[in-house]
């Protein structure tokens, strides 16, 4: 009896420690996010004559201002850029996962040669550096878009009937959003194998050749029954894929330069001083609604697949 | 752009961007059902034997296309150099392999790398294991907060991060300092400090690497608190009765079970890590002896024109990433044995 009461005594000394060991955490972590929101909501002179801790404990003597957004944003095509991300991610989000999802069927419930093989390979190359393949995609790129370019100079006749099309501006590729999709669905891919299949081995196959008996084609079976029974897995790696899409620079810079998006933009912010922290704090807020926002709202479907993928 | 776009100055962007949009899903919807149209026009037989082939030959050719093949041909661009008159790939031995580990530069670079390394995806654990099990114990209310604001970091972009971490870092040449560490330092009567610049003790590098631990703790946090609350309570509790103390029980009864996760959780921080390049890139540039690989292959390819250099930089980038590979796939299989 003793012994079990001396337990919970100490439980409890352990419970105020953990809160505030917690609290100091919490409180560290929140310190970038807090110095980045109250210093966008500052006037320059403040900006520049005092910290932005200033801000918080004298609130008063703050000359509080959205003028760092609206200066931001009208200075820095933040707003195009805006749209140029979503345009970047949003294929670059459903694209992969379409794929996958078509993909890890296959690995799931039908059976070919060399399967096992395949899928090893998957597993492997979910490790290689995007780094890796760089170079030469853009070089492929570049290539095809001055062979496509040569066509259509010296054969326009096969290219006139075509709408929009406009021989100043011919085809290409290079720097444009398919290139970005592409680049980001081929190195989405093996992960996004993966962990869909890994949700679809859970999912009865008995269901499966139930439909078979009953005639349904795979093709069938995978838009009525696999695909709604996946929407979980489905959901957080969409959510995942999204997030990377959206944060992602290196891509972007590389592939989709026709299209400045907003990490690209906010780091050439960064490298202008003489516009004043308010307007680059400013700046990184607008980029971080959208990510934030799906973060908290979807955030039990991300840690549930995190947790789905790894804890196993 | 002018400096006061209206609204409808965006809608050819906007136009465009939705367009494509809606280009890009209908076409790869048609694409499989193309496919499956394709396949079903065999005789019943053989279409039934074509039939997983239309499900993931496009996820082949992608990631042979995009994936697979370009590796390998970076590994053969870092056996060429540039010929300076043609502007063609000339093979070269191991030239670049030679220059690069003759360049004291680049020596410190793969230091900088491996520092990374070390540091890095171990911190990302340790705290993300203590806030796991500080967690644990405070009550379901403030777990959750806690929780979400810790993890909060992940849906921030590196660049982002590094401007909020600019209002920590930051150094002014004169009286007023606007970043907390200077405001600190010269609060306590010291003198303010460029920390960017300071390479001693790495202490510039390290300073990076706090911004990486931030993002990454609340991942690795996620993981393991999830796996200690998997850990069985009858395992706990009999190691109380046996009068195992709190220390005990978590070093002998809970840390063995969520070994696993706590591995998997590393090697994805560490994966992350080794190929590190927006920190670095929009913090330093590289400059001040904080250069890694990531960076330095983005700025021989981009800036200096250097094929060859930055490919052989990306192959040892590889090479290090082979074991972790092969690691990846044995525990697959184990895994699967499992099943």
């Given amino acids: 009896m003793s012994r079990t009461l001396t337990f919970a005594t100490r439980l409890k000394k352990f419970r105020l420690g953990s809160s505030l060991t917690l609290l100091a955490l919490v409180i560290l972590w929140l310190i970038p996010t807090v110095g980045l929101f109250v210093t966008a909501f500052r006037n320059k002179d403040d900006a520049y004559s005092s910290g932005w801790w200033t801000a918080i404990f004298s609130p008063l003597t703050q000359h509080w201002t959205i003028d760092p957004f609206t200066q931001a944003l009208n200075a820095n095509n933040l707003v195009s850029s805006f749209i140029s991300t979503v345009a970047v991610a949003v294929p670059a989000t459903i694209l992969p996962i379409m794929f996958a999802a078509f993909a890890a069927y296959g690995f799931t419930f039908l059976s070919f040669k060399g399967k096992e093989v395949w899928f090893a390979i998957i597993i492997g190359l979910m490790v290689v550096p995007m780094q890796a393949a760089l170079v030469p995609v853009l070089q492929l790129f570049v290539g095809f878009d001055s062979w496509i370019g040569d066509l259509q100079m010296n054969n326009p006749a096969l290219f006139q009937w075509i709408p929009f099309w406009d021989p100043n501006y011919p085809w290409h590729i290079t720097g444009e959003y398919p290139a970005g999709w592409i680049v980001h669905s081929a190195f989405a891919m093996p992960l996004a194998v993966y962990i869909l299949r890994n949700y679809m081995m859970t999912l009865p196959h008995a269901l499966i050749e139930a439909a078979r008996v009953d005639g349904a084609s795979y093709y069938q079976i995978f838009w009525k029954l696999v695909i709604p029974m996946s929407v979980p897995a489905l959901a957080s790696f969409a959510i995942f894929q999204f997030l990377w899409v959206w944060n992602d620079y290196l891509v972007a810079f590389v592939f989709v330069g026709n299209h400045p998006v907003l990490t690209y933009t906010l780091l050439s912010m960064l490298g202008q001083y003489n516009q004043g922290w308010q307007i680059v704090a400013a700046g990184s807020f607008f980029t971080l609604i959208v990510p934030v926002v799906v973060f908290f709202g979807l955030q039990r479907y991300f840690v549930r697949g995190l947790t789905a993928g790894s804890v196993k | ?339």
């Fill in chain 2, 1 to 339: 752009m002018d400096q006061q776009p209206d609204i409808f100055s965006y809608l050819p962007d906007l136009v465009f961007a939705l367009s494509a949009i809606g280009i890009g899903v209908l076409a790869s919807i048609f694409l499989y059902w193309l496919l499956n149209f394709l396949v079903n026009l065999f005789p019943r037989r053989v279409a039934s034997a074509l039939q997983p082939y239309a499900f993931i030959a496009p996820v082949l050719a992608l990631v042979g296309g995009f994936l697979v093949w370009p590796t390998i041909q970076t590994i053969y661009l870092s056996f060429t150099t540039t010929d300076p008159d043609t502007g063609e790939q000339k093979f070269s031995g191991f030239d670049n392999f030679n220059s690069l580990f003759g360049d004291t530069d680049f020596l410190s670079t793969l230091f900088n790398n491996l520092l990374w390394i070390l540091v890095v995806p171990a911190a990302s654990v340790v705290l993300g294991l203590l806030i796991a099990t500080v967690s644990n114990n405070v009550g379901p209310i403030r777990e959750k907060v806690a929780k979400s604001i810790i993890f909060l970091p992940m849906a921030i972009s590196f660049v982002a991060a590094s401007t909020m971490w600019r209002f920590l870092y930051n150094y002014d040449a004169g009286n007023v300092q606007v970043g907390l560490l200077n405001a600190i330092v010269t609060g306590l009567g010291g003198n303010a400090v460029p920390w960017m610049q300071i390479t001693n003790f790495k202490l510039n590098d390290l300073l990076l690497m706090v911004i990486v631990i931030w993002l990454n703790t609340g991942f690795s946090m996620v993981l393991l608190s999830a796996a200690i609350k998997a850990v069985p309570e009858e395992t706990v509790e009999a190691a109380a009765i046996d009068g195992a103390t709190g220390r005990q029980t978590f070093f002998k009864i809970v840390l063995p079970q969520i070994r696993a996760t706590a591995v998997s959780v590393f090697i994805t921080v560490l994966i992350g890590v080794m190929k590190i390049f927006d920190v670095v890139y929009a913090m330093t540039g590289g400059n001040f002896d904080t250069n890694v690989l990531g960076v330095a292959f983005i700025k021989n390819y981009f800036e200096f024109g250097d094929t060859g250099k930055a490919s052989a930089i990306v192959v040892l980038l590889m090479l290090a990433i082979i074991p972790i590979m092969i690691y990846q796939v044995y525990s697959y299989r184990k895994q699967e044995e499992l099943r």
